[in-house]
């Protein structure tokens, strides 16, 4: 087993530290109790959260397509249902487009 103190190598049934000295059998100083847990998941949750809802705000306010929450099946083909990464030519389609769009690219 490794010394958490200075990083030297003991025999696993070692009472203490052959380098060091230090007290293997010394009670954690510290140890997870169910009050940090709930802190700490409390801290991630709302993290993940104020991300979210920062990331939609930040998207909401993006040129079009990339304010889409949902994206068109158009944009992601292999994750069309049963498989098929090609659509039939008649399904592909873009988002109907807004007034306020910018004009389409000419096409080559
Ligand atoms: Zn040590």
Same mark, same amino acid.
């Given at each position: 087993m490794k010394c958490t103190s200075c990083g030297g190598e003991n025999k696993?049934?070692? @009472? &203490? #530290?052959? @380098? #060091?000295?230090?007290?293997?059998? &010394? /009670?954690? &100083? +510290?140890? /997870?109790? &169910? @009050? +940090?847990h709930l802190k700490t998941l409390g801290i991630i949750y709302a993290a993940v959260i104020v991300f979210y809802y920062g990331v939609s705000a930040i998207l909401s306010k993006m040129p079009r397509p990339y304010e889409l929450r949902h994206i068109p099946i158009e944009m992601t083909p292999w994750l069309a249902k049963g498989g098929k990464v090609h659509l039939p030519e008649d399904q592909l389609k873009a988002p109907a487009r807004e007034p306020d769009d910018p004009p389409a690219p000419a096409a080559k």
């Open positions: 696993d049934s070692a @009472k &203490a #530290c052959k @380098k #060091c000295g230090f007290d293997f059998t &010394a /009670p954690v &100083a +510290w140890f /997870p109790d &169910a @009050k +940090w």
